[in-house]
Structures are given as C-alpha cells and as structure tokens.
C-alpha cells in the first residue's frame, strides 16, 4: 500500500465496490470530505492500482495454518485455502474481477505465517506503548456497538423527496415561525425549525411554502393544515414531523405537489433513510434467526386456557425439538407447559417472566419418560430436591433448560417491505398482507414461551457433587410425566432462508461404505443433498467432526459411467448422541465435483420420485409469520462481530429493551444508540480474547460454540475495568472459587452469569433484500453496495442470554439470595444516580 495512508485502510475497503463506477470521483469527495486533499488523491491512486487487471497465480501452499486445494478461476488454477478461498469470492466481488487489489488481500490473510508474525511483533510493540492504534483507544469507548431495531422500520405509504424551501408555519395561537423543510412528500413534512420556539405532539399548524410561491406561482393566502406528530431536539435546531390534514380541500395544490415531486425527485432525490434501515435491519436479522439457539414455542389463549401451539426450529435449535422426541417419535416437548407454571410465569413483571427446569428422561421396558421440576418446585420439596439433582445429573438425559415467557401480537406475523405500493406491481405484491386463512391460525396466539438448553459440563459437575440418597429415588416419581396424559400436540415449523449454504435433503436409502485410512465401516444413507450426505451405520463412529472420509457409492455407480462415485472425499460436519448417525459435506476438489454434477442430475431428473425431508409446513407461509414474530418479540440478546483486517470487532447489537435484565449491564457508558460490549472482550484464553480465539477454527457449519461468564458489575465506580470484570468458568480451580466470586460481587455491587452461543455466519440472503436495494441503487449505486459490502463484512453472531438466576443455585444460593442479587444493584444505581 502507497505509504502516508494506512490509517485509511477502513475507508479504503469501503470505496473498493465503487472504485469503477462512473461517480467514483463524487463519491470520493462526499465519503472523504474531511481528509486532506493530498491524502485523498493518493487513496484515489491506490484503489485504482487495486483495481488494475492481474494474471499471477497464487499458491500458500507451506504459506498459511491451513490445508490448501485446487481452485480455479477464469483459467487460472490458485492453490488455496478456506480461509483465503474466501477472501478471494470476497475481493473479486468488490472489484468485479481478479485484480491486484484481489491477489494482495488473499496474500495477507490472517493466517499466513507472515502475517501472524507481524501481528506478533505489533502487539508486542503495543504493550511497550509504541503503537496508535485501536488497541489505545479509551475502554471505555472501544467496545461501543450500534443499536438495530429488528422490527423498527415501517413502510411508507409514498416516496419522500429530500427538498429544501423555506416555510411559514402559524401554529394555533397564531404565532409565525419562519422554517425550512427538510423533506416531503404528498401526505408529509418534515422541516427544521429554530429551538427557541416551542412546540408540543398533537399541535395543528398551517404551512405556507414561501419558496413555492415565488417559484411557481402558488396562491399566497393558502395555507395547508399539518398534524404535528415527533418532535427532535437532540442537535441545535428542533426537527418536527407533520402529517398532512385533509380537512379542507386544496386539489390543485395536491396535484401541484405530487407532479412537482415526481418530476424533481431524481434532481432532489428520494430520502431513502427509512429503506435503508430496513436494509440493515432485514439483513441483520435474517444472520441471527438460522443461528439462534433457543426454541420459540407459541402459546394460544381462548377465554382462560392457555396451551402452546406452535414452534419454530432451525439447524441450532433443532436438539432441544428432537430431545423431547420419545421412543415413537411423538414429540412431548407440551409437558414443559403445565397450567401452573404458565400461571406462575404470567404473574411476575415484563422482563423477569423466567424459570430454570431441570429435565431428565428414563427408559423402561422400551417406553421413554420424561421427568421435570422447575427450582421453585424443587424448593417446595426440600427433602426430594437433592435427590432429583444428583440422580438426573448422572444420566446422560440430563438437561437444564431456561424458560422465557413474552407478549406477542398475531398482527406482527407481516412485515412489508418499506417501500410504497406505488414503486412497482412487484414491490405492491411484497406488501400484501397474508392470507386469510393464515391469519386465521395465527389469530389466538398471545405468547411466546422461549426454551433454551443451558446444560454445561460445568454444571453437570456441580449437581453430580450433591450426594445421592437412593431411598428417595421412588419418590421421584411425584415429577414424572404420566404416559396415560399425552401433552397437548405442538405442530413445529421451519423456516429456511435461500442463500445460507443450505440445501434441499431428499429421502434416499442406499448402501455406503466408508474409508478413513486403514478403517473400514458400512453404512446406508438416510437423505442426501448435492453437497451432502446423511448416513446411519451398523456401527458406532468412532471419529470425531471434522475428520476427511472416503465414500464409495456402489449401488448408484451401476447408474451411471460418466460419473465416480468411489473414494469420494467427504467431511464429517455433526456426529449424533448415539454416534450411528452421521452427517456428511462434500469436499471441493475436481474428483469430488463429478459427484456433485451426479446429484445435481439425479435430482433434476427424478424431481418427481425423491420425496424432500419432510419440514412440517402445512401452509405456505406460516414459517415465515412464526419468524417475523419471534423477530418483533427477541428475548435473548443478539450480537454481531465484524471482520476489520485481521481483527474481530464488535459490529452492532439488537435492541436491548430497559426492562431487559442485562440492560444495565450493556448500557454501562453507553447511550440509547450504542451499548457497550466491554464485557465480551475483558475474557481472555491465552491472552487472546475468547471469541477471536474460537472463530479462527471454526466453519460456517459448525454447531455454536457456548461460553459461560461470571461478571462482577459495579456501577458506581468510574473505571471501566473496576466496574466490570469478568473470568470465564473454566478460569476457576473449582466450584469454591466460583461460589467466592458470586459472593464478592454481590457485596459489591451485583452478579452477572452470561450464556453466550457463538456462530459463525455464511453469506448473506441478498435476494431477500433484492427490491430494496434494487430501489436504493436506482437512487445511489454507490449506497446500495456499500449497504451490501457491511453485511458481508459480518463474521460472527452471538446468542446470549442471562443465566444468574440457574448459576447462583447451582452453587448453592437459594431463591432469596438471587432476590438480592438484584434488587441490591438497583438500590445502588438508583443512589448513584440521586
């Protein structure tokens, strides 16, 4: 890179999608208005260096930590690998071809040895205090994410045009306030007016555009009535929102406006804030719902009954459906529901509704029985209690599981897109409402109940250390669920997202032998994709996920003579509990992809006989409503991290609501706007950071990686450090060094334990967010593929959730204390803040 610009290294990576557009001076100048010119001609020279054709190959091989194949692109054949693979997809979609700029970021991975090396001696540089980056900035400040509002966005009935022109507002005591408008639309205005004027919501005004009178003509005496209904104030002048009031009719200046703005708006342009919200917030989402790890169940009420009805499941999500499967496949996960605890659940405050269940199962005479006790029940039997815990702690069925309760509105089941109806017939179809018929199956429900297995070896741990007293274990069975009472039936639900390296799995039966060196094992398979395989064998699989396979196919290679189907290399990506069933991906090298081309042709020509996976779906739509909702209503706190060079930062953050019991965690020297992921990053393995450490071995399919925090929060003390501190589980000797943790950080302040599920994400679904950026685009090419370039800079997603309540009583703290625990941080941020 041309020396005197590394610090723009970040605007650099931004430019580079635009870098051969036709605006690409313009765009320069408005994004790098602050930097000096100088410097902003050699940012503009260097992204046209990137930018310029190359013709070298490129081979890591002995370069990086990571095994390098064959790929090949417009006829030349690199030597690559993951890692470097995809920062190659990556870099020649930003340039729109293989160019130096491509071949030098696929050089500089963060896992090439040369790279590695440098990043050694930075940081060393860092620690003597020789370095100005990143790594200086204030604590306080480094870790601060923006807040995304999943749900926030709406639709707009009509383009809005960015338009400046000075107005006359009258409010109702007739007082003039000289203004200017900001935007506007048929129906709508938005102006800027000075702050020494005082305005409140509800107020009517009259609006006489000055500027449009003398421009074109307008009568003078006219005046139009607007419903002031937001008022900002947060910069020098106040921002007020209007709404147009048709109490009078003005029919030539409403056809004035609507031709004036149809005409002008490419001049003006279309504000476009509200679209590309929705962009970010649509594009983030749909990250997170395939990730997600807790399972929403959706609960109706009719009069008084309360009964759950539907779920919702992904690929993360998918084991707590299949563990309440019993020995018939008939899903019990309805036992979790009494009336009672439902009851119980409704009665305590928004942002507190949660319980922890402890959950084991017992098989008898070939029937599964599934036992369960909240800790509320637990403590209502003292002499059973320890019983319950260290016997389903010892069988293998053990689980803990935190149940959430939260509102939901059957009307949130639909989010059109936010553009009006009047942009396109296709844009107009998007915004249409769901059906009748599936509003109607949606119309009782009132909750959702979120299940989340919070199980740990850790916490096995500590209920196995509990002595057991075998002569109670009969009088377990006050908590088992009788088979002579079948739960009420929960239909579950899938949605699947288009792009996310997932694929459409057929039923298929057919022998398989498998090879892995000198082992040898039999098998057949369950379902298959054109890049995967499902295979149940006769035997345990002894090895582990991510070991290589060979696979030979002799049934189906008596099919076919173009194809080989032997000594096919696949990679083991999941292993069940029981170890028969194993989960297979396809391998990308040239002998591999004649076994793709087979499947992608044995689908295409039997798409009538293969039957696909059966996904419970009996109705087209209802997948998505289930999303949309869980969407509008999230009870745990999803958090983005972005890829910045080579390091892992923070991105951005759901909106966290004040109820939230971690809100006052998160908002420790933050804002409304941003929160603070401080605590994320002060864990450390290795003197690396957790997360960083995790994500630089794991793959987009792997299952999510689980941590478990103990937080000690302060909020009265002004160091950031002090206030907040943090170790990981594994970071403690043993259980007393854990139970002195949680004491210590009551005493002084309060006790956080997080559940974090960490994920790596896969590309973006850009086809889900085709019209609007294809809207944004038509407006300002450069916005929509810098929008598009931000989501795929996402790394990462994190799953987390408060779990104090079930890590205080595993270590032994009752009900009371966990009371405490809390109210106790409350009284001192309150007399902190008085």
């Known amino acids: 890179m041309t020396t005197g ?156 045009m960015n338009f400046v022109v000075s107005v006359e507002l009258f409010t109702e005591l007739k007082e003039s306030v000289h203004a200017t408008s900001i935007d506007i639309s048929v129906s709508g205005l938005k102006i800027k007016a000075p702050k020494r004027y005082m305005f409140k919501p509800g107020e009517r ?64 342009k279309v504000n476009m804030d509200n679209t590309i919200d929705a962009i970010v917030a649509k594009g983030y989402e749909q990250y997170y719902i395939p990730h997600f790890t807790s399972l929403p169940v959706y609960i109706s009420q009719q009069e008084d009954q309360l009964q759950p009805q539907y779920l919702l499941f992904n690929d993360c999500n998918r084991e707590i459906y299949q563990y309440w499967l019993d020995e018939n496949n008939a899903l019990r996960l309805g036992y979790l529901f009494s009336r009672q605890r439902l009851q119980k659940l409704l009665k305590l405050p928004p942002g507190q509704r949660e319980m922890t269940l402890f959950v084991f199962s017992h098989v008898t005479q070939g029937r599964c029985y599934f036992y369960s006790a909240s800790s509320d029940e637990l403590d209502a039997h003292p002499e059973l209690k320890g019983a319950f815990l260290a016997y389903g702690s010892r069988k293998l069925s053990w689980r803990v599981f935190k149940l959430q309760l939260s509102d939901m509105h059957p009307e949130q089941c639909h989010i059109p897109l936010s553009l009006p109806d009047a942009v396109s017939e296709m844009v107009r179809r998007q915004n249409q409402p769901p059906s009748p018929r599936l509003q109607s199956k949606l119309k009782n429900l009132r909750y959702i109940a979120l299940v989340t297995d919070i199980s740990s070896e850790w916490a096995t741990q500590a209920y196995q250390k509990r002595k057991l007293h075998k002569a109670l274990l009969a009088k377990l069975q006050v ?31 057919t022998p398989v032998n498998l090879m892995h060196e000198d082992m040898k094992l039999n098998g ?102 289930l999303r949309n909702i869980y969407a509008a209503n999230p009870l745990n706190v999803a958090i983005f991290i972005r890829k910045d060079g080579v390091q892992l930062l923070p991105d951005s953050i759901a909106h966290v609501p004040s109820e939230h019991s971690l809100k006052p965690l998160l908002a420790y020297r933050g804002d409304e706007q941003h929160l603070n992921l401080y605590a994320l990053y002060a864990a450390r393995i290795e003197s690396r950071n957790f997360i960083e450490q995790t994500l630089k071995n794991m793959r987009t399919h792997n299952v999510p990686a689980a941590f478990e925090l103990f937080i000690a929060f302060n909020p009265t003390l002004g160091n950031i450090q002090q206030a907040i501190q943090v170790k990981l589980v594994q970071q403690f000797n043993n259980d007393a060094q854990r139970r002195e943790f949680i004491s210590l950080a009551m005493g002084k302040g309060r006790f956080y334990a997080l559940k974090l599920f960490l994920t790596k994400t896969g590309r973006p679904d850009i086809s889900l967010l085709h019209s609007e950026l294809t809207y944004v685009g038509g407006y300002a090419v450069h916005k929509a593929k810098l929008l598009e370039e931000q989501l795929w800079n996402v790394a990462a997603v994190v799953d987390m959730q408060d779990v104090t309540a079930e890590m205080m009583y595993r270590y032994g703290f009752n009900k009371h204390h966990i009371e405490a625990n809390y109210q106790g941080s409350e009284r001192k941020m309150r007399k902190d803040n008085e």
């Open 479 to 509: 908590f088992c669920h009788p088979r002579n009472h079948a739960p009420v039936p929960i239909i579950p639900f899938r949605f699947k997202y288009q792009e996310l390296r997932r694929e459409t799995r057929f039923l298929l039966r």
């Open 524 to 625: 057949v398979s369950e379902d298959f994709s054109a890049g995967g395989l499902r295979i149940e064998l006769q035997n345990q699989f002894p090895l582990e996920v991510g070991a290589q396979l060979e696979i030979s196919l002799p049934k189906l290679q008596k099919l076919t003579q173009k194809h080989h189907l032997s000594d096919i290399v696949y990679q083991v990506v999941h292993v069940s509990a029981d170890r028969n069933i194993v989960h297979l991906m396809l391998g990308d090298s040239s002998h591999e992809l004649h076994a793709k081309e087979f499947f992608q042709e044995l689908i295409k020509n039997n798409r009538r006989s293969l039957k696909p996976v059966h996904e419970q779906q009996d109705m087209a739509g209802i997948g998505e409503a």
């Open 205 to 268: 005004l009259t609006v006489h555009f000055r500027g449009l009178e003398l421009d074109y003509g307008l009568n003078r005496g006219e005046g139009v009535h607007y419903l002031l209904t937001d008022i900002d104030r947060s910069r020098e002048e106040q921002r007020l929102s209007l709404k147009r009031l048709y109490d009078q009719e003005q029919k030539a200046f409403d056809e004035f406006l609507e031709k004036f703005i149809q005409g002008n708006k490419r001049r003006y």
């Open 5 to 160: 610009i590394e610090q723009y290294q970040e605007l650099i990576e931004q430019l580079k999608p635009v870098v051969k557009e036709p605006a690409f001076n313009q765009i320069l100048s408005q994004v790098a208005a602050n930097i000096p010119r100088p410097k902003r001609f050699l940012i503009k020279m260097e992204l046209k260096r990137q930018a310029k054709p190359c013709q070298r190959r490129i081979d890591l091989r002995g370069s990086v930590d990571g095994d390098c194949h064959a790929y090949e692109h417009e006829g030349l054949t690199h030597y690559l690998d993951d890692i470097a693979q995809e920062m190659f997809e990556r870099q020649v979609r930003c340039f729109g071809g293989y160019t130096i700029g491509v071949y030098e970021a696929v050089c500089n991975t963060e896992n090439n040895f040369r790279v590695m090396h440098n990043k050694e001696k930075t940081e060393t540089d860092i620690l003597a205090g020789d370095s100005d980056s990143q790594a200086n900035l204030p604590l306080e400040t480094r870790y601060l994410a923006p807040v995304i509002n999943f749900s926030g966005v709406r639709q707009r009935r009509e383009e809005r």
